[in-house]
């Protein structure tokens, strides 16, 4: 007879059994059910496409690597497979029918130079007084051309740097009116197929490097303390051409006018320029931007409207900083025969600018021969004592100076920061150039901007490793001197521009008016240029200005704003054929573009990040293919 603890033990042995059975009868039915899905996944794949990474190049052919991780769609993870970017300018133009697609198919031909919120028709709408036509007038959602803007037949790549400061092809800008306009004053001069640029302007025909020599003599261009510069009515803007080699960065602009192709010329140069005038509202810039301004025969009524000209340059010029001027009035008693103007009109006129800067607190430095030089006040202690003396203009009130974007000018005098000193400098001190590059911005030294130093110099740190990673994909932007001028559409410190600082390039850094903070100022501080940008509108250049445009989260800021494609034509405007395109943004926008960049003629493909393909953000790297309008017998 069975103990009680015998029992005991033979059934726990039971249960022990059973369990065992019962385990192993689970693995069993695991493994079947691993091994079922395993060959039901096999047989899907079998019978459909494997989604794959693509690539292409110039020859249509396709690589393809499997990503984990990510969204597996053209999305490429081994740099080894790049584009072609090698230059094919030489090849023939596609014929018509086949540069036609069904979606976003080129223009006509006579819109291969179309500049939408400057278009020379739309203007004839708008007010002429003050030359408000002139300014920026955008058409209308309902307006916008859903075409691709063509290069003029014949285009050939531009001269590279420096070459391209002294020459440009005909075929590229095929305008002669200057050569004819400004024969005398050596402008631009035309020879068979291209054009050359001798350095002259109308108030120096010695060439600019003699000018600036001089305008040297008055005031220190050789130790850093002036890096940026802006020139109001700019012509071919050999002014800023010439500061270059002086480590001077110019912003020129002058208007779309009966002098054709002035801002053109310049870009085809590769000097820095917009499409722009003083007319009813500021310029695009942040307060304090400029060291230096400049105005050679510009043309500008400086004495009217309550001197409103006068005080927006003093808004963009910082403390300290020089006004130079030269042609009417400046020197009237040798010139006013040949400028077809009275002796009493001329002083008159001068009379009135000097009364307008002292009103300023602006200093005049300097009058010799037919340069004139005013230096702005480093900070406005004195200058708000005087207003007892100098009614007009008043301080202005309850205004962010930095505002910039269709903001009408004022009669009001931009205070400047709070000093506690007369020797102190309103705003901050800079560093002199080339250490205000990598020097703290005073903008972000002293808090205004809610960005901190460490944030600044994490942010410098990862643009050169960024722009590192770049260079390993696009062997254009790895070789030096291939890209002259370059678009950064979304700057926010300027960090992509300074990482290029030692290749011959030069940056325009945008600030899209929605971003959350505006640190166009904080670039300026750092010895950079750019402007203000609504990227649902279109900029204020030419076609085929920018060599390579850099696009970081920009189609993420503009999400519900405006349509994708509408920006991708914008940007398809304003490259060059051959040019390149670099666009950051997270994975879902990427693949929509690039469905909408292949029917573009652009050649494209996404990358993962830098960091890791377990990133979201995605980089996309395109070449817009060489095409242009067609010869003027084939039928377009």
């Known amino acids: 007879m069975a103990t009680p603890s015998s029992f005991c033990a033979s059934k726990l042995s039971y249960l022990n059994l059973k369990t065992k059975k019962t385990n192993l009868l689970y693995v069993i039915i695991v493994i079947f059910l691993f091994t079922a899905f395993y060959f039901i996944g096999l047989w899907q794949h079998s019978t459909g496409p494997i989604p794959v990474a693509t690539t292409t190049s110039l020859s249509s052919n396709h690589v393809s690597t499997a990503v984990s991780c990510t969204p597996p769609h053209e999305i490429i993870k081994n740099p080894q497979h790049d584009l072609d970017f090698t230059a094919h300018h030489k090849s023939p133009d596609p014929p018509p029918t086949d540069a036609r697609v069904s979606h976003l198919p080129p223009c006509e031909a006579k819109y291969s130079e179309y500049v939408p919120c400057e278009d020379t028709q739309r203007s004839l709408k708008f007010d002429r007084d003050r030359l408000i036509y002139r300014e920026r007038h955008c058409p209308e959602k309902e307006e916008l051309l859903k075409c691709r803007v063509p290069a003029p037949y014949g285009y050939r790549s531009p001269f590279r740097w420096p070459e391209s400061r002294d020459y440009a092809w005909y075929a590229n800008v095929p305008h002669k009116w200057l050569t004819v306009e400004k024969k005398g004053q050596n402008w631009v001069q035309f020879n068979r197929d291209r054009f050359r640029f001798p350095g002259g302007g109308t108030m120096f025909p010695r060439g600019a490097n003699a000018y600036i020599d001089e305008i040297g003599k008055l005031i220190n261009l050789k130790d850093g303390s002036i890096r940026t510069a802006i020139d109001t009515g700019c012509g071919v803007a050999s002014w800023g051409a010439y500061l270059l080699s002086r480590n001077i960065l110019t912003m020129s602009f002058a208007p779309r006018d009966t002098h054709e192709a002035q801002v053109q010329f310049a870009l085809e140069r590769g000097v820095p320029a917009l499409i722009g005038v003083i007319a009813s509202i500021r310029l695009p810039y942040p307060s304090r931007a400029f060291d230096m301004a400049h105005c050679s025969r510009c043309l500008i009524p400086w004495g009217q409207y309550d001197g409103q000209y006068l005080i927006e340059v003093d808004r963009v010029l910082r403390p300290g900083g020089y006004w130079i001027l030269s042609g009417p009035p400046i020197n009237w008693e040798q010139h006013s025969r040949g400028w077809n103007r009275t002796v009493d009109d001329l002083q008159e006129e001068q009379s009135g600018i000097e009364k307008i800067a002292r009103s300023l607190c602006w200093k005049k430095l300097v009058q010799k021969g037919d340069l004139a030089i005013w230096q702005k006040a480093t900070n406005h202690i004195h200058c708000k004592v005087n207003r007892n003396v100098f009614k007009k203009p008043q301080f202005c009130k309850a205004q962010d100076p930095d505002m910039a974007w269709y903001t009408k000018l004022e009669t009001c005098l931009t205070p400047l920061p709070e000093v506690s000193n007369l020797r102190e400098m309103a705003g901050g001190q800079l560093a002199k150039w080339p250490e205000r590059l990598t020097a703290i911005p005073p903008r972000i030294q002293n808090g205004s901007l809610g960005i901190t130093v460490e944030n600044f110099r994490e942010d410098t740190e990862l643009w050169k490793k960024r722009v590192a990673y770049y260079k390993t994909f696009d062997s254009q932007l790895a070789q030096y001197g291939r890209y002259r001028n370059v678009l950064d559409m979304n700057a926010h410190l300027g960090g992509f521009a300074a990482a290029l600082i030692d290749d011959p390039v030069w940056v325009m850094n945008m600030v899209p ?80 573009i690039k469905r909408i960049t292949d029917v573009m003629q652009w050649e494209s493909r996404i990358v993962d990040h830098e960091k890791s393909p377990h990133y979201r953000e995605k980089i996309l790297f395109a070449v817009k293919q060489y095409w242009t309008a067609p010869a003027p017998h084939q039928n377009s």
């Open 513 to 592: 008016v929605e971003a959350q903070i505006n640190t166009l100022g904080a670039i300026y501080e750092r010895g950079l240029i750019g402007t203000y940008q609504n990227w649902c509108e279109a900029m204020s250049t030419y076609p085929r200005t920018y060599d390579f445009i850099h696009a970081n989260s920009v189609f993420s800021l503009y999400k519900d704003r405006c349509e994708m494609e509408d920006i991708l034509l914008e940007m398809d405007r304003i490259l060059r054929p051959e040019g390149s395109v670099i666009i950051r943004d997270d994975v879902d926008n990427l693949l929509e």
